[in-house]
T-cell receptor, first 113, second 109 residues
Framework: EPEVTQTPSHQVTQMGQEVILRCVPISNHLYFYWYRQILGQKVEFLVSFYNNEISEKSEIFDDQFSVERPDGSNFTLKIRSTKLEDSAMYFC???????????FGPGTRLTVT | RKEVEQDPGPFNVPEGATVAFNCTYSNSASQSFFWYRQDCRKEPKLLMSVYSSGNEDGRFTAQLNRASQYISLLIRDSKLSDSATYLCAGDTGGFKTIFGAGTRLFVKA
């Protein structure tokens, strides 16, 4: 069964450093998403991406964040200058259509120290 | 009013019980709704989608009530393995999906 994969599973970084989180969506999916979940809190939408551009983003997704699909398979989330409050699980998801079911990857746990 | 709201629970039920969760949404433009289950420190896993009036998959039934703007999830014959947090999610009419905070279910032997 096809699945979304994410690397790394855990990333520890120092405040102010840049991090790139990587995702490989399901191969025939066209819509890609990033979410974050701070420990003990709800899953929060960050951004949706289709046809090589951002479709929609939340107020969390400020200038520190960017997304990219550098090749035909990877989908990345970059945080330019990490803050302590960026510590969270970051989930990538993909879907075949705009309002179709989204399938989630296992997540990257980001710890900012 | 929160965009997607759920009773956090926890719901504590014995094995074999039937349990129902409700989820309300505030955006009348929402078209698609989903139920996910999330185990501790894991990713949300899709349970079922609710596009129109409802959906059934084995012991699980989801219903959508557009007039009252809520969706529900019914679990029949609860198993120990059903213990998890159940998340409802809905689109906002665009390309954004909003999740509720989740309802915790504990099924006891």
């Amino acid at each position: 069964e096809p699945e979304v994969t994410q690397t790394p599973s855990h990333q520890v970084t120092q405040m102010g450093q840049e991090v790139i989180l990587r995702c490989v969506p399901i191969s025939n999916h066209l819509y890609f998403y990033w979410y974050r979940q701070i420990l003990g809190q709800k899953v929060e939408f960050l951004v949706s991406f289709y046809n090589n551009e951002i479709s929609e983003k939340s107020e969390i997704f400020d200038d520190q964040f960017s997304v990219e699909r550098p090749d035909g398979s990877n989908f990345t989330l970059k945080i330019r200058s990490t803050k302590l409050e960026d510590s969270a699980m970051y989930f990538c998801a993909s879907a075949g259509g705009a309002r179709d079911e989204q399938y989630f990857g296992p997540g990257t746990r980001l710890t900012v120290t | 009013r929160k965009e997607v709201e759920q009773d956090p629970g926890p719901f504590n039920v014995p094995e074999g019980a039937t349990v129902a969760f409700n989820c309300t949404y505030s955006n009348s433009a929402s078209q698609s709704f989903f139920w996910y289950r999330q185990d501790c420190r894991k990713e949300p896993k899709l349970l079922m989608s609710v596009y129109s009036s409802g959906n059934e998959d084995g012991r699980f039934t989801a219903q959508l009530n557009r007039a009252s703007q809520y969706i529900s999830l019914l679990i029949r014959d609860s198993k120990l393995s059903d213990s998890a947090t159940y998340l409802c999610a809905g689109d906002t009419g665009g390309f954004k999906t909003i999740f509720g905070a989740g309802t915790r279910l504990f099924v006891k032997a």
